[in-house]
């Protein structure tokens, strides 16, 4: 499918427990993003990505591992999921041609809840 | 730091204009607009890189004020569609297009 896609769509997981969600974009975008959103806290940026093997720290990193090891894919690892990292979390990528350079185009996000 | 935006939330009926302010206390680059409908991903608006600019997209336009490092949003004779909460996003510097966005401000078309 072109596009932005994320899965799962919905991630029901326990305390403690490592979970990855997974970004894959088809416009080989340059730049890719993963934020969360929490009410009263809009989009915070996580991590973010200027190409493969580029990434760096966002707002709000502590407890969640990136990699980039090919351009369409982006995904987001939590290393021992905690309650506070319930959420939903969108990634994004950007870097198209023309008047689209700097838009963001969002996947459909995860809901992710940890018990 | 988050850019901070006003109103919080606000309720208008078809036909009525309704201002979004997103205020920062960074120097900036360039500001962006979304709009995020219930239950579906943000959709990009605009963007404003130079100050002063002023950007149109249908009856939605936006202005940016670089030294007040301030933007504005402007919704004329608003629809139900424009229903949604909104977002702006400041960039400090080009090059990584790492965007902070604001908390939001919540629109409600009514009849």
């Known amino acids: 499918d072109a596009g932005i896609t994320q899965s799962p769509r919905y991630k029901i997981t326990e305390t403690g427990r490592q979970v990855t969600l997974m970004c894959h974009q088809t416009?080989?975008?340059?730049?890719m993003f993963w934020y969360r959103q929490d009410l009263g806290h809009g989009l915070r940026l996580i991590y973010y990505?200027?190409?493969?093997?580029?990434?760096d720290k966002g707002e709000v990193p502590d407890g969640y591992v990136v990699s980039r090891s090919k351009t369409e894919n982006f995904p987001l690892t939590l290393e021992s999921a905690t309650r506070s990292q319930t959420s939903v979390y969108f990634c994004a990528s950007s870097g198209g041609s023309g008047e689209s350079y700097n838009e963001q185009f969002f996947g459909p996000g995860t809901r992710l809840t940890v018990l | 730091q988050q850019p901070v935006q006003s109103p919080q939330a606000v309720i208008l009926r078809e036909g009525e204009d309704a201002v979004i302010n997103c205020s920062s206390s960074k120097a900036l680059y360039s500001v962006h607009w979304y709009r995020q409908k219930h239950g579906e991903a943000p959709v990009f608006l605009m963007i404003?890189?130079?100050?002063?600019e002023q950007k149109g997209h249908d009856k939605i336009s936006a202005s940016f004020n670089e030294k007040k490092q301030q933007s504005s949003l402007y919704l004329t004779a608003s629809q139900l569609s424009y229903s949604g909460t909104y977002f702006c996003g400041t960039e400090s510097s080009p090059g990584y297009q790492k965007v902070t966005f604001g908390t939001g401000t919540k629109l409600q078309v009514i009849p």
């Open positions: 990505s200027a190409a493969a093997d580029i990434t």
């Open positions: 404003l890189l130079k100050g002063g």
């Open positions: 416009w080989s975008h340059s730049y």
